[in-house]
């Protein structure tokens, strides 16, 4: 494990350029800036090819026969097959205008960090084998042979990109970079040169229904404690059910709100508020996962593990589904479920039993975003709330790239902030929103191993909390990532360490007057409400 450089080591980035050209630059494999490879066994139990043990810190990645024509016909049948992934390629006038908007790149000073250029380690591949300039013209005309030290390079490199989006909403063109790491990944994925904190999550969500491997008793155990404590702090008994065929609702959220905190405590907020409204719904403990790591090896990977869900709803017989406070998991509900399945036409549009709203943006997808659905209520009037519950938490928000970018999702969950807390201040302008800065660990790079990278990439996003901060005195990040939680709170007790991480749906169970309650003297973390520190 590599030692992780004080901040202000870390932030002392060199944007000076090497002294050779990119393409005489070999990648620096840097302890802790890196994953390990994935493990022969998590590759197996999925029938990813190639799957053997291998160790990125050696010369020899144990790499098959012939890999090199296995990349490039698998970059031939893309071509054909996807005409963006083509057009993307082709039309980059290497501008410069993502250059400076990738938060890696801010984080590292790294030239091959630039989308620009990290697109090119793979253009230049490209144009050597699909394109009569670079035949011809070779390195003059920006072509490279595919060789050993390019494909490390590329799967340095392109497990370096969180594929957030940023340098998109930038591009003159709409050149969406995420889609050149996402095919990089697909043909490395070929080679077996996945990372084990990508594949590991795969297969136990192929096998367990989620990533962390929980089994169905160890998901209910868990949210039996959640219940011993919203019995403590309410005394209100909440009894939720699980896999109950007839509800009206599935409810499907990450498995990190199921066993990590700070989201353990955004689930006690989904647990009460559903409560409070005598929803019919229920719990799958085989759906049991709203994100897909799928999504970072190949394109059938993500397809294979999405529709859970929807078999799960199809079984249970429900209406339709909400699904819980996830990143990744809405970017592949809104962007790619009709063209990898089609409309869930089994199920009905959303419509909320309690306002009558429906929830006509779903009408294809059939499930509604859980701040969306709370919006809808307070709107409504159908929640009574106490925001001065929250006033010990001054509050800023984090856009998450993909319910931000990929979803649209901007406005609902700050709107709920502002009615179940007193103190909110926004980031700058150009951090949030469709500018938002990445978590900085993204699609598999929350790893431990890789520490020193996952802080450099989280450096824009803590600046513009420390910004806030140290103007209004924010105490607390909030956000509606599982991973966002996870990794954000590393991030800001490395970089920020006076500001915390919580859910929106935390907030929304601290502020919630529920009926019956008793007094209320504490918090969802056990700690003391405003006005009760003295109390026991």
């Given at each position: 494990m590599a030692k992780l450089p004080k901040p202000e080591e870390l932030a002392k980035v060199d944007f000076k350029p090497p002294k050779t050209g990119w393409m005489d630059t070999p990648a620096n494999l840097k302890p802790g800036t890196f994953c390990w490879g994935a493990k022969a066994k998590n590759l197996?139990?999925?029938?990813?090819?190639?799957?053997?043990?291998?160790?990125?810190?050696?010369?020899?990645?144990k790499l098959p026969k012939e890999w090199e024509g296995t990349v490039l016909e698998a970059m031939a049948d893309r071509l054909s097959k996807y005409r963006s992934f083509k057009l993307f390629l082709d039309?980059?006038?290497?501008?410069?205008?993502?250059?400076?908007?990738?938060?890696?790149?801010?984080?590292?000073?790294?030239?091959?960090?630039?989308?620009?250029?990290?697109?090119?380690?793979l253009r230049s591949v490209y144009k050597k084998y699909f394109t009569n300039s670079g035949k011809v013209l070779g390195k003059l005309g920006g072509a490279r042979e595919l060789t050993y030290d390019v494909l490390k390079e590329w799967w340095y490199y392109f497990y370096q990109c969180t594929e957030c989006r940023r340098c998109s909403v930038f591009c003159p063109y709409g050149i969406d970079t995420a889609e050149i790491?996402?095919?990089?990944?697909?043909?490395?994925?070929?080679?077996?040169?996945?990372?084990?904190?990508?594949?590991?999550?795969?297969?136990?969500?192929?096998?367990?229904?989620n990533h962390l491997g929980l089994e169905p008793h160890t998901i209910t155990s868990s949210v039996e404690f959640f219940l011993d404590d919203i019995e403590t702090i309410t005394?209100?008994?909440?009894?939720?059910?699980?896999?109950?065929?007839?509800?009206?609702?599935?409810?499907?959220?990450?498995?990190?709100?199921?066993?990590?905190?700070?989201?353990?405590?955004?689930?006690?907020?989904?647990?009460?508020?559903?409560?409070?409204?005598?929803?019919?719904?229920?719990?799958?403990?085989?759906?049991?996962?709203?994100?897909?790591?799928?999504?970072?090896?190949?394109?059938?990977?993500?397809k294979r593990l999405h529709y859970k869900i929807y078999a799960e709803a199809k079984?249970?017989?429900?209406?339709y589904i909400i699904g819980g406070e996830c990143g990744h998991m809405w970017r592949l509900i809104h962007q790619y479920l009709d063209t990898w399945h089609g409309p869930a036409d089994f199920l009905e549009v959303p419509r909320s039993p309690v306002t009558g709203t429906v929830f006509e943006n779903a009408c294809s997808t059939k499930m509604v975003h859980v701040t969306e659905f709370t919006a809808?209520?307070?709107?409504?009037?159908?929640?009574?709330?106490?925001?001065?519950?929250?006033?010990?938490?001054?509050?800023?928000?984090?856009?998450?790239?993909?319910?931000?970018?990929?979803?649209?999702?901007?406005?609902?969950?700050r709107y709920v902030i502002r009615n179940v807390c007193n103190h909110?201040?926004?980031?700058?302008?150009?951090?949030?929103?469709?500018?938002?800065?990445?978590?900085?660990?993204?699609?598999?790079?929350?790893?431990?191993?890789?520490?020193?990278?996952?802080?450099?990439?989280?450096?824009?996003?803590?600046?513009a909390v420390k910004h806030v901060h140290e103007k209004y005195g924010?105490?607390?990040?909030?956000?509606?990532?599982?991973?966002?939680?996870?990794?954000?709170?590393?991030?800001?007790?490395?970089?920020?360490?006076?500001?915390?991480?919580?859910?929106?749906?935390?907030?929304?169970?601290?502020?919630?007057?529920?009926?019956?309650?008793?007094?209320?003297?504490?918090?969802?973390?056990?700690?003391?409400?405003p006005g009760e520190e003295g109390n026991e």
């Open positions: 197996q139990v999925v029938d990813f090819p190639n799957a053997r043990d291998w160790n990125p810190t050696e010369d020899d990645w039309i980059c006038v290497r501008c410069g205008a993502c250059a400076d908007k990738c938060h890696f790149f801010i984080g590292t000073g790294d030239p091959k960090n630039m989308p620009v250029l990290r697109t090119e380690l790491t996402l095919m990089a990944r697909e043909f490395m994925n070929l080679l077996g040169l996945n990372t084990d904190w990508i594949s590991g999550p795969v297969s136990n969500c192929y096998t367990k229904g005394g209100i008994k909440v009894e939720p059910t699980f896999n109950r065929k007839g509800a009206e609702i599935l409810f499907v959220t990450p498995s990190g709100d199921l066993f990590a905190d700070p989201g353990t405590y955004t689930a006690m907020g989904y647990l009460m508020l559903f409560h409070e409204l005598g929803l019919d719904y229920t719990w799958s403990t085989y759906a049991s996962e709203g994100g897909n790591f799928g999504f970072f090896t190949s394109n059938e990977m993500a079984r249970l017989g429900v209406k809808d209520l307070i709107k409504n009037g159908k929640l009574t709330l106490d925001p001065s519950r929250n006033d010990h938490l001054k509050l800023t928000y984090h856009d998450s790239c993909n319910t931000a970018r990929g979803m649209g999702l901007l406005e609902e969950p909110f201040y926004e980031m700058p302008e150009n951090t949030i929103r469709e500018k938002t800065f990445c978590c900085g660990s993204g699609t598999g790079l929350n790893a431990s191993e890789n520490m020193e990278l996952r802080m450099q990439g989280g450096l824009p996003r803590a600046n924010v105490n607390m990040l909030a956000n509606i990532c599982a991973i966002d939680r996870a990794t954000l709170k590393a991030s800001m007790d490395y970089w920020v360490p006076a500001v915390g991480v919580t859910g929106v749906h935390e907030l929304v169970g601290n502020a919630m007057v529920m009926t019956g309650e008793k007094e209320r003297t504490q918090d969802l973390r056990l700690e003391p409400l």
